[in-house]
């Protein structure tokens, strides 16, 4: 997930996707507006010793949750050699904050050389492309075609660039953390019992749906979005309940996917994840907790506003938190392309019609069906995100489209943009 404030939006998009509404592309993450305070950031969950205290957080501050103090980065990852498990928490679109957990990987391992990393973005049942990587069997274009980045997860993978190397480089265990997409849906949908045997083999037990901190924390992001008039009405807590338990069988896999990482060979394992399995120690480094009883620590970063001097949170938020200022700018160009395949075409298709990003300025239509890019045809969405996957801001290409029988131009174009603002 994102930062405390943004993973709301990306809450508020999963809801819509699970109703049929949204785009299956990456939403766009819209900071919170600074006249609207987070509530997030500052329930009263968590730690009984801490849930009642909160810090103030500016831009370029580092704080301790557990004495609310500034803390320095050495002694940070000082007190990390206390722990099995470190739990550093991203917004997937933020270059800032993977440059945070490329920062402290490179300072864990200086200092201990046993070291692993797992990952959210890879289910588990494409390990073995993992060990090909940090092996130097595969180059990057092939690992990124073998283990289809740009359908299993389709953020940039420059996102993730300098930590995937910095493991290659050191031969560095990567550990994928997730289940299949599809079990995870399944379960969102249709719950635990309608999972096969198979399926339920992913998880060490079935996950607990009961922790009443944590589902507060959840149905505060659920209900601090502006819901919309589709969602209303008698299906709004089913919605939120197959969303509360998809939230919850992420965090179990993932949780016990990493203590398994830590116990495989015994090394220290630091675990790159969205803040919003992390926040208030209530996620998968709960569940990690109580299935193993590993000593762990959380890092999270939170955005102060623009123009605001710092933001209040919660101390018991996390371990560590880091106070950035707004992007300028995405270091990447939100795409903001849907695409699908279907029986009896080789052509990829346009579904659903863009709304936000370079696409849904471009001028597509859901249903048009994709002649060639650049004059290159594609069959395999992986390969087309790829291609669009190297474009800077700035760079143009076109497009070539079938559409109601007629073949149409779109220029696709990747303007300058804001950070905030999808495009």
């Given amino acids: 997930m994102m930062y405390p404030g943004r993973f709301r939006a990306v809450l508020a998009a999963l809801a819509l996707f699970a109703a049929g509404l949204a785009a299956q592309t990456p939403p766009a993450a819209q900071a919170p507006a600074a006249a609207k305070p987070d509530p997030t950031l500052t329930l ?3 730690d009984p010793q801490l849930k009642d205290k909160a810090m103030d957080l500016g831009v370029g501050a580092l704080l301790a949750g557990p004495t609310g103090r500034s803390v320095g980065f050495e002694r940070m990852i000082e007190e990390m050699m206390a722990a099995r498990i470190v739990h550093v928490g991203e917004t997937h679109n933020s270059m800032a904050m993977h440059e945070i957990q490329f920062q402290v990987l490179r300072a864990l391992y200086a200092k201990d050389r046993h070291l692993a990393v ?37 953020f940039n993978f420059g996102y993730y660039e300098k930590i995937f190397d910095f493991a290659r480089e050191h031969r560095l265990p990567i550990y994928a953390l997730n289940a299949p997409r599809e079990v995870i849906s399944k379960m969102r949908m249709r719950g635990w019992a309608a999972l096969t045997d198979e399926e339920k083999a992913f998880f060490p037990v079935e996950p607990d749906l009961t922790n009443a901190d944590h589902r507060t924390l959840i149905r505060t992001v659920f ?9 209303k009405g008698p299906g709004l807590d089913r919605m939120f309940e197959g969303l509360y338990r998809s939230q919850s069988a992420w ?36 569940r990690a907790s109580e299935r193993s009883k590993l000593p762990s620590k959380t890092v999270v970063a939170v955005e102060v506003p623009a123009g605001a001097k710092g933001v209040t949170v919660s101390r018991a938020i996390a371990d560590y938190v880091f106070g950035l200022a707004p992007e300028a700018k995405p270091a990447f160009p939100n795409i903001g392309l849907g695409l699908k395949t279907v029986e009896g075409l080789e ?27 650049e004059g290159k045809a594609y069959t395999d969405i992986n390969e087309l995100r790829m291609t669009l996957a190297k474009l800077a801001c700035g760079d143009e290409i076109a497009f070539k489209v079938l559409r109601a029988g007629a073949v149409k131009d779109v220029p696709f174009k990747c303007e300058r943009a804001a950070a905030g603002d999808g495009k």
Wanted: hydrophobic content about 40%; proline content about 4%.
């Fill in 44 to 46: 009263k969950i968590g």
């Fill in 347 to 373: 052509n990829l298709v346009v579904d659903p019609k863009p709304t936000e990003g370079v696409a849904g300025r471009a001028g597509f239509e859901k249903g048009d069906i994709i002649l060639s890019v």
């Fill in 118 to 154: 797992g990952l959210e973005m890879v289910p588990v049942t494409l390990q073995e492309t993992l060990n090909k990587w940090t092996a130097g069997i595969l180059t990057k274009e092939e690992f990124l075609r073998e283990i289809r980045w740009y359908v299993t997860w389709n």
């Fill in 223 to 231: 209900e601090s979005e502006d819901i919309p008039e589709a969602m």
């Fill in 251 to 286: 965090d179990e896999v993932m949780g016990w996917n990493a203590v398994r990482a830590a116990q495989a060979e015994g090394r220290r394992v630091m675990v790159c994840v969205g803040s919003g399995h992390l926040l208030y120690n209530l996620g998968l480094n709960r």
